[in-house]
């Protein structure tokens, strides 16, 4: 996994609440096998009309927010089905960060397993960036390692699981690390209630 | 003297393989259950770092999100399902993980066929890739959806770290009234507290109007605890459950039966558990319910009408009340019971078991499916369907008019040929009501499998409490 530390770049607004998965990547791109070319259907059905041609007034279409990097979204997003394929799409379209009040909970931590980094801000920090987004000027710093965000002259502090930030920060991979616990999981397999159901 | 547990403490710490002060828990996968949609990239990702499986046999996989529910004896038509379902057969035949396939009688929704094989029980932790995976809670096992890259975990590792949740606990007591459901009670829920009301929490759902329901209710009420953005949510097991599990192929009989109940009468909250927050419902106060919106809390009673965006406080609701309304095609104050559909889904691992298909067929009463609806029956899983044929429920369905169908996730989320038209209106038992999820352009309301029925034959929104 790529590390993550300090993201710098543009913001786009989405502030609506509740944007699920769904929306971020349809079903009909999830028959794939692959973890790849999800990117151009980011939001197919705002991002595209019918015909497939380009809604030119959805904002991530706008090319003054062409090189946003960062989505500032309204709360919970990414609620919804587990579909990795959401974060999968937005990572390949060029986003690194979604700022936002609260996700969805397997979102949430489909990100960390990608180095997305999902930014937990207060109600109303999350409000103060999304209007500072609606301005295609204004650019934001995350800074993972003190865990502060700013744009111009703003700066807010966020919370973030203490061993998730180190994982982020050094792109250490998950099983990796579980594997090190290794003779942790032959243990506790060993003491393991029998009579639990197995399968073959 | 030890402190009151609840239940989730206690499923949490039985599985609690490494502690360690800031870290998350690594927690022991006691069942892994397995689709075709979430899994290929799994699976490619475990034979690109040289893993295998670690334990196959605490693996269960099936065939539902993209699977056909007409014909599919002639092969997969559709080119890129085809190459996922055989991709899922392929990896599980060369991990030796047991599949529950295309052809196999036991093939369905994965969260219909793990409690129906008896493979969900108390006192598990079960992970899926898959949302609606919190289901089996309704056994009082912890039962958490996951994403791709963590099935790959689970697959290498049988294991996944988490940081412990909060607690909720949702009280519903009284007797439901004549006509409201268990599908009732948790839009009812979901309406009280929010799309966002579980975030970072494992509900229990308690009190006697949910102790009252049977396996299938359960199953029900817990399979949208994804919609109110919690974690996960736990029925505790009592006598229902027992009944329910006695007997099923995964669950032994004799001294090991005896063995697993003593268990199982364990696993409830102690008296005085605390909880970290609580919400008390009335069930008097539940009524059929039709959503109007985009998100499943945007619910009212079949006798209301669509509310005006002005009558919300918070702006965002009130903004997403107002892009609901103009999605839905709808104006408010319209009664519910004006509102006319296109198509019928009843389906879904929401509502598709044997209990709902009985249900749905008791309120036909010889009638039929109104001229101007399609509506379409998809089973749960083979078993129900065979179980629903035993018991002549597909005549019945046929007869008046319902497409019945073989069993698979279908217009629940759209992914095979099961898909509404733009525009068209759909009455439906499935958990999701968000924009295109059944269709670009389509427009859902959810409601129990008795409304569903009735709305099929009369062609619009009827009050199941009324209509005779």
């Not at chain 1, 930030?165 to 060993?190: H, P, V």
């Not at chain 2, 005085?272 to 059929?288: I, K």
């Not at chain 2, 078991?353 to 089973?379: F, K, N, Y």
């Not at chain 2, 439906?428 to 959810?446: A, D, I, V």
Request: glycine share 10%; hydrophobic share 40%; proline share 6%.
């Amino acid at each position: 996994m790529r590390p993550v530390s300090i993201i710098e770049g543009q913001m786009a607004p989405l502030p609506q609440a509740n944007i699920d998965t769904d929306q971020i990547i349809p079903k009909q791109f999830l028959k794939g096998v692959t973890r790849t070319g999800l990117g151009p259907n980011l939001f197919y059905n705002w991002a595209y009309d019918v015909e497939g041609e380009r809604e030119p007034d959805f904002v991530l279409n706008r090319p003054e927010y062409a090189e946003a990097s960062v989505l500032v979204a309204g709360p919970n997003f990414g609620c919804g089905s587990s579909r990795e394929h959401a974060v999968w799409s937005l990572f390949e379209a060029g986003f690194e960060a979604i700022l936002a009040s609260s996700f969805g909970p397997i979102l949430e931590n489909n990100c960390y397993q990608n180095g997305l980094l999902p930014v937990v801000l207060r109600t109303e920090d999350a409000g103060i960036f999304a209007e500072l987004a609606a301005d295609p000027a204004n650019s934001v710093t995350i800074d993972l390692p003190t865990q502060q965000v700013t744009s111009g002259d703003f700066t807010a502090t966020f919370d973030i699981d203490p061993h998730v930030k180190e994982r982020l920060i050094n792109g250490w991979d998950q099983i990796d690390i579980t594997l090190q616990s290794e003779a942790d999981i032959d243990a506790y397999e060993a003491a393991r209630p029998r009579l639990r159901p197995t399968l073959g | 003297m030890t402190q009151p547990q609840t239940m989730l403490d206690k499923v949490w710490d039985d599985h609690v393989v490494r502690h360690a002060s800031g870290e998350p828990d690594l927690l022991y996968v006691d069942m892994h259950l397995i689709h075709e949609v979430t899994s290929p990239q799994a699976f490619e990702g475990l034979a690109l770092s040289g893993r295998r499986v670690r334990r196959p046999d605490l693996s269960m996989a099936t065939v539902d999100h993209g699977i056909p529910t007409v014909g599919r004896e002639l092969g997969i038509n559709d080119p890129l399902s085809k190459i996922q379902i055989e991709a899922l057969e392929q990896h599980c035949k060369e991990q030796g993980i047991t599949v529950f396939g295309v052809n196999d009688i036991r093939q369905g929704i994965v969260h219909i066929i793990g409690p129906e094989q008896g493979i969900t029980q108390p006192g598990m932790f079960i992970v899926c890739g898959d949302s609606h995976t919190s289901t089996h809670g309704a056994f009082g096992a912890l039962a958490i959806g996951i994403g791709t890259s963590e099935v790959e975990h689970v697959l290498a590792t049988q294991t996944l770290p988490r940081t412990k949740p909060g607690s909720l606990a949702i009280t519903v007591d009284g007797d439901l009234p004549l006509g409201v459901t268990a599908k009732d009670v948790i839009l009812g829920i979901i309406r009280e507290i929010g799309v966002n009301g579980g975030y970072e929490t494992v509900i229990e759902y308690r009190g006697s109007a949910v102790t009252g329901l049977s396996m299938e209710g359960r199953m029900t009420v817990c399979n949208m605890s994804i919609e109110a953005g919690a974690v996960a949510g736990m029925i505790a097991p009592d006598e229902t459950t027992y009944a329910y599990l006695e007997g099923r192929p995964y669950v032994p009989g004799g001294a090991p039966w005896e063995e697993m109940v003593a268990y199982w009468e364990t696993i409830p909250s102690d008296a005085g558990a605390v909880f970290d927050r609580e919400v008390v419902l009335d069930a008097a106060d539940l009524a059929p319910f039709v959503s109007w919106g985009i998100n499943p809390s945007q619910v009212v009673e079949v006798t209301g009408r669509v509310p005006s965006p002005d009558s919300f406080e918070n702006l965002l609701e009130r903004d997403s009340a107002a892009r609901a309304l103009e999605y839905m095609d709808l104006e408010p104050g319209t009664a519910i019971t004006d509102i006319r559909i296109d198509r019928v889904f009843f389906g879904s691992c929401t509502n598709a078991r044997i209990e709902d298909l009985r249900a749905g067929a008791g309120v036909i009463q010889g009638r039929t499916v109104h001229p101007d609806v399609g509506a379409m029956v998809v089973p749960g899983s083979g078993l129900v369907k065979l179980e629903a044929e035993e018991e002549g429920l597909d005549l019945i369905y046929k007869e008046a008019g319902f497409e019945w169908r073989d069993a698979g996730c279908s217009m629940c989320l759209a992914m095979n040929e099961d898909i509404l038209l733009p525009g068209e209106r759909c009455a439906s038992t499935s958990n999701r009501n968000f924009e295109g999820r059944q269709g670009r352009g389509g427009r859902t309301h959810l409601v129990s499998p008795e409304m569903a029925v009735a709305a099929a034959i009369e062609g619009r929104f009827v009050d199941i409490r009324e209509w005779q």
